[in-house]
């Protein structure tokens, strides 16, 4: 009968603990303090991130208001007979009803030609990211016709 081979699989002993050229030190190559300095620079930037969504939303919300409140006060500044700031008061209550806590200051601006009624709004958005110069507002401006009877010879 043939003999049976067995191999031995286990890993040769190793020489010591590896350490890197130049270090210097108890073996632990040279990273002592390497992860108190990725933090320091990590933290900032995941702070910022986190913070980041939020006035993602915030902002989105306070567009999202101060475009819908532009579309209220156009629509209420087009209708035939209309007086005059009709847009801009629509918008205003509009806001008053609908932005506290999103929106912390607004104007509104309203401007008739004989056509078209625009109304436009900027708003500011309140500051959750602590950044030196960083105020983030909304600014939007809605363009609607103005109602008016026509006649077939009359365009």
């Not at 991130?49 to 475009?67: I, S």
């Not at 209309?82 to 509104?108: E, F, H, K, M, P």
């Not at 078209?116 to 950044?131: D, R």
Request: hydrophobic content about 40%.
């Amino acid at each position: 009968m043939p003999a049976s081979r067995t191999q031995d699989r286990t890993a040769a002993p190793s020489s010591g603990p590896s350490v890197c050229p130049g270090a210097t030190g108890s073996g632990d190559g040279g990273e002592r303090g390497s992860s108190s300095v990725e933090f320091a620079i990590l933290f900032p930037i995941i702070v910022a991130l986190l913070l980041a969504g939020p006035q993602l939303g915030m902002w989105y919300f306070a567009r999202e208001a101060a475009e819908a409140a532009a579309q209220a006060g156009a629509r209420a500044a087009s209708v035939r007979g209309a007086s005059g700031g009709a847009g801009q008061q629509a918008a205003d209550t509009y806001l008053a009803r609908l932005s506290t806590g999103t929106i912390t200051r607004y104007s509104v601006t309203e401007e008739n030609t004989a056509t078209t009624v625009s109304v436009h709004i900027v708003a500011e958005v309140p500051n959750v990211i602590p950044l030196p110069g960083f105020s983030p507002t909304v600014d939007v401006t809605v363009v609607r016709g103005k109602e008016r009877f026509t006649t077939p010879d009359s365009p």
